[in-house]
């Protein structure tokens, strides 16, 4: 049975429930959504991540969360935070958290992932302790980087890096970064 980990207005953030896999496969396995993270996968290479992903939270307690519509029971994405584990990051990095995010493209711009998002915060600084947290991406995904100065999150340019897992037009990745103290909420 899945958990429950957070509910927002229109969301629930559960973990992994049956099913997901196949509608992972459907909705966010696609051109559109998985254009700046490195294509389209194999089915089992997302198995392989679901699997991680797992082990992370229960490792940790956290990791990303699935989101399901309340309105309907659909899962549209995911949202969550995790150690960010990429030898290129550098030492600071790779000591912090990060958080990120996806939303099947039927269901972009309608505010969910900043919705899903606003709510991890929340966890991480509540929940989980954390003092700041990241987000990374590429000058490219203006719609991530856009929502990262949507919810008040600083350009920390000297975290920079070249990132060889992705291709020369999604690099290098960018970060940008909020403290506990500089959260409204
Ligand atoms: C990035 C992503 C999660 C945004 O999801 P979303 O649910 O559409 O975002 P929201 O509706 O909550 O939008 C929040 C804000 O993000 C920004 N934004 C979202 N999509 C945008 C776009 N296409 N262009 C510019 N800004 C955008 C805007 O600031 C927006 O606020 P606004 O609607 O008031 O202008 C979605 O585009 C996505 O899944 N992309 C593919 C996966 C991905 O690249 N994930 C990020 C990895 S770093």
Known sequence: MPEIIAETARLILRTEAPGDVDRWMEV?????????????????QVEAKFA????????????????QTKVDG?????????????????PVLNTGIQIGWSIAESHWRRGYAIEAAIAVIELAFDRFGKEEVFAQTSDANRASWAMMEKLGMERAAEFDYVDPNYPPEENPTIIYRLKRNDWPA
């Not at 696609?30 to 194999?42: D, K, N, S």
């Not at 991680?52 to 989101?67: Q, S, V």
């Not at 659909?74 to 550098?90: E, F, K, Q, R, W």
């Open 28 to 44: 966010m396995n696609t051109p559109a959504v998985t254009h700046h993270l490195g294509g389209v996968q194999e089915r089992h």
């Open 74 to 90: 659909l899962m549209i994405g995911h949202c969550g935070m995790s150690p960010i584990d990429v030898v290129a990051a550098g």
């Open 52 to 67: 991680r992903n797992a082990a992370g939270i229960a490792k940790d307690g956290y990791g990303f969360w699935y989101l």
